[in-house]
């Protein structure tokens, strides 16, 4: 097999393993990953807008707030104007939002997490930029993407989560 054939079947398994995953947390949660981002996001801030939700977990505002909709039309988080500014609006988790954040499985990031803090300094460095460099050559650089490993349609402004 030549080096960039084994390059592409590694890519493959990565995204074949955060597609289980992410069926995995759907199935068992009735949530996306991005929803329970935000969800999680939501309970650990007291007065959490749209926006600053967006800026926390690298997703367009638009997107956040299509799922935050979303949230709320199943019950689990709920919209009110900001006391201090009417013209903002604070997301907060109800009750059942909070049962589906303790019913959630473990992110598949745990386990990554904790393998790449073993690696050496250089290590971990040099999969970085290498991982970036292969992120510019497949012109994927500039997209909607949160550090959270999660696989479904990528959303611009104003799509569909």
Known sequence: MKDYEELLVALRQITRAIDLHS???LRETGLTTS???ILQNIAQHQHATPTAIARD????QA???NVIARLESNGLVSREKSAGDR???????????AEKIASAPEP????FLENFRKLEPWE??????SLQRLAAMMNAEGMDASPILAVGEIVGGGGKE
């Open 57 to 60: 977990i690298h997703l367009s």
């Open 108 to 111: 598949l990031q745990a386990d």
């Open 63 to 65: 997107t956040v707030t």
């Open 124 to 129: 971990a460095n040099m999969m970085l930029s």
């Open 87 to 97: 013209r903002s609006t604070e997301v907060r988790l109800t009750e059942a939002g």
């Open 35 to 37: 929803q329970l981002l």
């Open 23 to 25: 069926r995995q947390l």
